[in-house]
Structures are given as structure tokens and as C-alpha cells.
């Protein structure tokens, strides 16, 4: 039986890691796209060694350019013949409100969050427009409650939600699945200056009522779940992963 064959855009980071780790464990072939060659090949290294059934490729994109996204999946439809789901994992994180954002600044967040998501869905969708599959995008709480400071990410992944609602109708009908994750604060390097912080990390925890924020494997768990087929008639959600912050308050 053949493995499936999967694509992660932004896949050597925190969150795209630990997805990479959940897929191949569950069997399959992976590439990995992403700006930094080195950690790419350093997690293929790492894949080989422990899921030894799959094969594992890594290629250096700049997921803000469209043409090099269409290029990553160009290499896997070619090493693989073709691609059963899509994630996009590449974001940023910016806290600031709106009269303190520059024009600079949210240029970057909507380019970072929104196009890449975009670009992915873009390509993922041509690459599956014969065979269907799935595609994951990454929102973030910020966009499913009003958080003070948050305003430029919050657009930017307010975007995403959409993108996944639209494009869950148009390819539907294709057999193609389009689904989100919106997490809570995750402990990965992007969130580094809020983890790094004693006061701001304590601050963060007591927003989320089970009293923790989140790991990375705990947003790849439901992403590798929604890329499997075994979600197969699941479409067009966006499913938080936050402690609970979006929808209860603690005691």
C-alpha cells in the first residue's frame, strides 16, 4: 500500500515541525518547503532516522513569492506523482494597536499570514483538482474574539478564515477539503517574546482557562487530523485550539 504524500509550507517551523513528526510517524512522504535549507534538511535528517518508511524531501522557498510556492509544489508532485494534503504554517505574530502600526508593519503581517495561506491554497488546489485532498490553514484566536493589540494580526488571519469558508464551497464539489486551525498562544520560537517574558507569560497563561497555553503538538495533532482522510466529511471549519479561551472564562 502506498504512503500518502503530503506538503508543508513553513514545515521547519515550531508548529510545521511537529506536524512533520505526526505525518511520518503515521506513515507518509513529506516535503518539507520553507525559507531555511538547513533547517529543512536538518528535520528530513531527523525523519529518516526515526520513521524509516517514508521518504522525506526538503526544498528552500520563499512563501511569499507565489511563483517559488508553485515551485515547492512542482518538486513534490514530481518526487511523489502526486499530493494528497496541503498545510500552511507560516505566520508571524505583531502586538501592537492600530495607531502604532505602521504601514511597513501590516504590509508584512498580511503578507506573512494572508498571501502565503493563499498562495498555498492557490497551488494546492490545481495540484488536487484531479484526485481531491486536503488542505489546513492557520488562523489564530485573534480572530475568533477581540483581543486588545491585536489588530494588524487579526486582519491578516480574519482574512484566512474567510479564505477557508470560500474555498471550502468552490472545491467541494472537486473532492477537495479546505479546513483551519485557530490557536491560542502556542510555546513555539515565533512567540518567543512573549514566552520569554515572566510577566507577559503569566499574563498569557491566565487568559486560557485550562491554565496552560499551548504546546506545539497539540495544534498538530488536529492538523494531522484534518489532513487525514479519515476526515474525510469534514469541510469549511475552523476549529479553535486554545484552552478554551475563545468560548469559556475560567473561575
Known amino acids: ?33 520553507g525559507r531555511t535549507a538547513e533547517k529543512l534538511e536538518a528535520l528530513a535528517t531527523d525523519l529518516k532516522t526515526s520513521y524509516p518508511a517514508g521518504d522525506y524531501r526538503s526544498v ?7 511563483t517559488e510556492v508553485d515551485a515547492a509544489f512542482a518538486a513534490a508532485i514530481s518526487a511523489f506523482g502526486s499530493i494528497q494534503g496541503a498545510a500552511c504554517l507560516v505566520g508571524s505574530i505583531i502586538l501592537k494597536p492600530a495607531h502604532l502600526t505602521t504601514d511597513e508593519e501590516l504590509d508584512t503581517t498580511l503578507t506573512l499570514n494572508a498571501k502565503t495561506a493563499f498562495y498555498t491554497l492557490r497551488a494546492a488546489v490545481k495540484a488536487m483538482m484531479g484526485t481531491g485532498g486536503s488542505v489546513v490553514l492557520v488562523s489564530t484566536v485573534a480572530a475568533q474574539i477581540g483581543l486588545a493589540n491585536h489588530e494588524a494580526i487579526a486582519t491578516a488571519k480574519g482574512a484566512v478564515n474567510g479564505l477557508v469558508l470560500s474555498a471550502a464551497a468552490s472545491y467541494a464539489g472537486r473532492g477537495i477539503r479546505v479546513n483551519g486551525v485557530a490557536p491560542g498562544l502556542v510555546n513555539t520560537p515565533l512567540a518567543a517574546k512573549i514566552t520569554g517574558s515572566e510577566t507577559a507569560l503569566k499574563v498569557s497563561t491566565a487568559m486560557h482557562p485550562l491554565g496552560r497555553i499551548g504546546e506545539p503538538d ?10 487525514d482522510p479519515k476526515s474525510s ?8 485550539i486554545d484552552g478554551g479561551m475563545s468560548t469559556i472564562r475560567g473561575k
Open 1 to 33: 500500500m502506498s504512503l500518502p504524500n503530503y506538503i508543508l509550507v513553513g514545515g521547519a517551523g515550531g508548529i510545521g515541525s511537529a506536524v512533520a513528526h505526526r505525518l511520518a510517524a503515521s506513515g507518509a512522504n513529506l516535503l518539507l518547503a
Open 218 to 227: 497539540d495544534i498538530a495533532a488536529a492538523i494531522a487530523w484534518l489532513l
Open 60 to 66: 528552500a522557498v520563499d512563501a511569499t513569492k507565489s
Open 233 to 240: 466529511w469534514i469541510t469549511g471549519q475552523m476549529i479553535s
